[in-house]
């Protein structure tokens, strides 16, 4: 069973700062992983998705990297802003046979300070 | 209206009680899905439907019924639910058929069971 793990919990750094968020799957036998932000209160919004053939995707100040083999994925957010402050979630899915059903890291709740 | 809708947003219910959450994409896509998010758990998958046909159900307990009507409508019917029922409920919807695999959510509805 696919596990996704999420470290840390929770990050707080000043404005200006890079983050650098991690996520960990146990199978290597994914699709494809996704990267969302989570407002409190609100719905997911996807920022990124790396394909299991991709080594990273970029949009703006984000870059998210894969390492299939090693299970692990990274985002980075650059030069941080209050407005980035929000929980950050991955999510894998699995070989595209087995459909859309993505399992969920607990998240990083970030915290952005003026 | 756009992207995903859901209502109520709020909703608070007696143990014995029957109510039922609605989800609405105006997105034109073939799947939806019904996500739970607890307290302090990763979000989870609950329900999966392509095109009206429920194609995954990952062992939700029978209090919990879905309809899916037509493929922009989706219904989660609550009947004699618990307290550790008490969560926030997401809906999402994606176009598979043209291999877009971003799942787009909703903005949530909040269940406290009392």
């Known amino acids: 069973k696919q596990e996704v793990t999420q470290i840390p919990a929770a990050l707080s750094v000043p404005e200006g700062e890079n983050l650098v968020l991690n996520c960990s799957f146990t199978?290597?036998?994914?699709?494809?992983l996704q990267w969302f932000r989570q407002d409190p209160g609100k719905g997911l919004t996807s920022l990124l998705l790396?394909?299991?053939?991709?080594r990273e995707q970029t949009s703006g100040r984000l870059n998210a990297s894969l390492d299939k083999s090693s299970g692990r994925s990274t985002l980075y957010i650059a030069a941080s802003q209050p407005g980035d402050s929000a929980t950050y979630l991955c999510?894998?899915?699995?070989?595209?046979?087995?459909?859309?059903?993505?399992?969920f890291g607990g998240g990083t709740r970030v915290l952005v300070k003026p | 209206e756009t992207g995903v809708t859901q209502t109520p947003r709020h909703l608070v219910m007696g143990m014995t009680n029957k109510k039922s959450l609605k989800c609405e994409q105006h997105?034109?896509?073939?799947?939806m899905y019904w996500y739970k998010q607890s307290a302090k758990k990763p979000l989870e998958l609950m329900f999966v439907?392509?095109?009206?046909?429920?194609?995954e159900n990952n062992s939700v307990p029978s209090r919990f019924s879905p309809e899916c009507p037509n493929s922009s409508h989706l219904f989660l019917h609550l009947h004699t639910l618990q307290p550790e029922d008490s969560a926030l409920y997401l809906c999402?919807?994606?176009?598979?058929?043209?291999?877009?695999?971003?799942?787009?959510f909703g903005p949530g509805t909040r269940l406290t069971v009392l």
């Open positions: 439907y392509n095109f009206k046909e429920q194609t």
């Open positions: 999510a894998v899915r699995p070989f595209r046979a087995a459909g859309n059903k993505l399992t």
């Open positions: 790396i394909q299991s053939s991709q």
């Open positions: 999402a919807s994606s176009d598979d058929l043209a291999g877009g695999d971003t799942q787009y």
């Open positions: 199978d290597s036998a994914i699709y494809n």
């Open positions: 997105l034109g896509h073939n799947a």
